[in-house]
């Protein structure tokens, strides 16, 4: 059974730092592109950064470009999202997924597409 697990979220003043993490387990082959997006209270969930596993091609939200750095350790199974110069809009449910090629239908272009599991979420606050 595929599960992906976050953990790192919490509580921070603005201009503070968060290393969001993912581990993945339960699939035998990698994944095509693993993401991290997020939903804020009364929003639609949003796509905030994705990789590709086999090149490492990394994708942005125009909100986070230059704060945030997605990365993956292929070894541990774990993705990453350090988080930089907090701000109190970055405050939102933050879940990592991950294409695996089981054919899902959940799209975020220009990130991630056919995303075929979905981590529980880790909450991120940001106060001013």
């Known amino acids: 059974q595929v599960q992906l697990v976050e953990s790192g979220g919490g509580s921070v003043q603005a201009g503070g730092s968060l290393r969001l993490s993912c581990a993945a387990s339960?699939?035998?082959?990698?994944?095509?592109?693993m993401g991290w997006f997020r939903q804020a209270p009364g929003k639609e969930r949003e796509g905030v950064a994705s990789?590709?596993?086999?090149?490492?091609?990394?994708t942005y939200a125009d909100s986070v470009k230059g704060r945030f750095t997605i990365s993956q350790d292929n070894a541990k199974n774990t993705l990453y999202l350090q988080m930089n110069n907090l701000k109190p809009e970055d405050t939102a449910m933050y879940y990592c997924?991950?294409?695996?090629?089981?054919?899902?239908?959940?799209?975020?272009?220009?990130?991630?597409?056919?995303?075929?599991?979905w981590g529980q979420g880790t909450l991120v606050t940001v106060s001013s």
């Open positions: 997924a991950a294409d695996l090629g089981y054919g899902g239908s959940s799209t975020f272009l220009p990130f991630c597409s056919n995303l075929d599991a």
């Open positions: 339960g699939y035998t082959y990698s994944s095509y592109c």
């Open positions: 990789i590709y596993t086999a090149d490492g091609f990394t």
